[in-house]
């Protein structure tokens, strides 16, 4: 669709906006960026039937960006993101990717050491030219290099929230293929890892000759790296590599236990069945030359004498010796979320009215929601003061009294100050359902600093909730420096619950932190950040990280029924 296209040429639009430091219109991109992005329909479709008049009957698209759009449909360009950029040449997308390195000290940067792209800066840090500008100096140049390096390492993997709706496009068009009986993911994206090297299909058909050709010549495909007849590997547009096998049905159960993994898991269910005087491999289970199990998965690990294991927990972390002595932990499930509790509405400067989001809820099938604007140190999310708090909270009161069958909880995700006290006043937070508390500013501190920081926090009565507690973006972020056992004490001790925040590039708590967090009886809860109703979906991201920590539903608050959930709280 051409949504996205054209959604990525106005949030780079509102960066050049940004930078010129023009106020409002970058704004005004961004909403209508965002409107794009999550349209369902066809921008293409929608101008085809009505024209530009329709164009700006789309929620959050003026007549200026209107305009833009049929620019871009009729000629594929838009004159004026091209002046833009070539007032200034710089590849922002590249060079910001960089934690600390925003669009205002990119384009300094480009003026003064006429600095393009990600290996300019880099050739610049190193050769100490950084350093000696102003607003710069010795810690931002080091902080540079550190950035690139940690950038450099991540690099090749991909998030498993930005490639998956390309893998289940694939995923369904070879459903479709005649003759092709089933297709699975298998590998790292069925084990739900939060990053991907690439992605494995399986596939069951008769014709693997057919499934080949149609497999390598997708839409999209730019490179093949292999074709073979039952197997083969190409590389897409998007930049990652996509693996086939295809295989008979007969042996679908142990090809399946096998692309799966994890290689540790799979070494371990070898080596059990090697003690059996059995050989496991991707064609079967054999006893000698006889397959004595191949058909499904759960068939396979019944022979080995263990239980099937959730491929989430396929890693080699003590699932098998558990899964041998029958004892496996009951996973929470992806239906059993109730409600999101961390959700942001039009309050705050998101696009969705409190209605709207409830609204959608409700479509998810949960019996409450959550909306936790942000609070006013916050400046840049047009943060609530306690006034405004108090105006939404009548709105909120006001919409419960309509809806039946379901609940609005009045909330807000407040800001962790230095010093570790609440930017809204006590008095504000007493009146709310519940209250988030996190970390938005001063991420590198000393470690005992932040750790003080965030448990002093936790001892505020009136918060509930830590959101994101480690801070960490993937693949541009690492974790706060702190003590993350001393967090897990205090937030025991002082009933704190810990976040689980679904959003793809957060997952934070991430999944072995979930599991140290299960282990030491702390309570969690699996939100989703939403900044529009559309995100809603991203709790899938969330509750397969939980899985992969072990969690079941007695750890995740938002599996409780409403009464139980508040009575928990604070
Ligand atoms: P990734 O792609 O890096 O995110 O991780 P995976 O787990 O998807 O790894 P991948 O794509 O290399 O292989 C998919 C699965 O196939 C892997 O999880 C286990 C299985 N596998 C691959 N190579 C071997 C191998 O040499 N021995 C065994 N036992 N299993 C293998
Ligand atoms: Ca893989
Ligand atoms: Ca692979």
Same mark, same amino acid.
């Given at each position: 669709? /051409?949504?996205? @296209?054209? !959604?990525?040429?106005?949030? %780079? *639009? +509102? ?5 010129? &430091? ?56 838009v ?9 200034l ?29 990600? /290996?300019?800066? @880099?050739? !610049?840090?190193?050769?100490? %030219? *950084? +350093? ?5 100096? &010795?810690?931002?140049e ?33 459903k ?5 009986e ?34 390598v ?44 993994g ?12 090697m ?17 004595i199990?191949?058909?499904t ?38 239906n ?14 998101g ?5 709207e989001?409830?609204?959608a809820a ?69 009146k ?53 056992d ?16 679904s959003f793809?590039?957060r997952?934070?708590?991430n999944d ?50 409403l009464?139980?959930l ?5």
């Open positions: 669709m /051409k949504n996205q @296209e054209i !959604a990525k040429i106005l949030y %780079k *639009i +509102a960066d050049y906006l940004d930078i010129e &430091e023009v106020s409002f219109r970058p704004k005004a991109y961004r909403r209508a960026a965002l409107a794009l992005e999550t349209l369902k329909k066809d921008v293409r479709e929608i101008y085809k039937q009505g024209r530009r008049e329709a164009l700006e009957g789309i929620p959050g698209i003026g007549k200026s960006i209107a305009e833009i759009i049929e620019e871009y449909l009729n000629t594929g360009k004159k004026y993101y091209e002046q833009l950029k070539k007032k040449p710089i590849n922002f997308e590249e060079i910001t990717r960089i934690e600390g390195m925003g669009l205002r000290k990119a384009k300094f940067l480009y003026q003064k050491l006429g600095i393009r792209n990600l /290996k300019d800066l @880099e050739k !610049a840090a190193k050769a100490h %030219k *950084i +350093a000696p500008l102003f607003g710069f100096g &010795e810690k931002t080091k902080n540079i290099l550190e950035g690139i390096k940690f950038l450099k390492r991540s690099k090749g993997r991909f998030l498993l929230g930005e490639i998956l709706p390309t893998v289940n496009e694939v995923q369904k068009k070879l479709k293929l005649k003759g092709v089933t297709v699975s993911l298998a590998g790292s994206i069925r084990r739900m890892k939060e990053t991907i090297g690439d992605a494995d299909f399986l596939v069951i058909s008769k014709n693997p000759q057919k499934v080949m050709d149609f497999f010549h997708l839409p999209g495909v730019i490179k093949i790296w292999g074709k073979g007849t039952t197997k083969s590997s190409v590389r897409i547009k998007e930049g990652f590599d996509m693996d086939i096998r295809v295989v008979p049905k007969r042996s679908y159960g142990s090809a399946l236990q096998y692309f799966t994890s290689l540790e898991h799979n070494i371990i269910t070898r080596k059990i069945a003690a059996k005087g059995l050989k496991l491999s991707e064609y079967g289970l054999f006893r000698g030359s006889k397959m199990a191949s058909k998965e759960k068939e396979v690990y019944k022979k080995l004498g263990m239980d099937w294991v959730p491929p989430e927990i396929r890693e080699n972390q003590g699932e098998i010796g558990l899964a041998l002595k029958g004892r496996l932990p009951k996973l929470i499930g992806y059993d979320i109730k409600g999101d509790l961390h959700t942001h509405s039009d309050w705050n400067g696009l969705n009215s409190i209605e989001l409830a609204e409700q479509k998810m099938g949960y019996e409450y929601i959550g909306i936790a604007d942000h609070t006013k140190f916050l400046k840049i999310e047009h943060g609530l003061n306690e006034k405004q708090l108090a105006q939404r909270n009548k709105t909120i009161d006001k919409l419960n009294k309509k809806i039946k069958n379901f609940k609005i909880l009045k909330g807000a995700e407040t800001n962790i100050l230095n010093d570790g006290s609440i930017d809204i006043k006590d008095e504000s937070l007493a709310l359902d519940f209250v988030i508390a996190g970390v938005h500013s001063t991420m590198k501190m000393e470690k005992e600093k932040m750790t003080e920081r965030i448990i002093k926090a936790m001892k505020n009565p009136h918060v509930d909730i830590i959101s994101h507690p480690t801070g960490r973006i993937l693949k541009r972020r690492e974790e706060y420096q702190f003590d993350f001393k967090i897990l004490r205090a937030a025991k001790e002082t009933g704190t619950i810990l976040e689980i925040n793809p590039n997952l934070d708590l072995k932190n979930i599991r140290l967090a299960k282990e030491a009886g702390v309570k969690m809860i699996i939100n989703t950040d939403s900044h529009h109703k559309d995100h809603f979906p991203f709790m899938e991201f969330g509750i397969a990280q939980a899985r992969r920590g072990w969690a079941e539903k007695r750890d995740i608050i938002n599996c409780w029924p009464k139980n508040l009575s928990f709280f604070k």
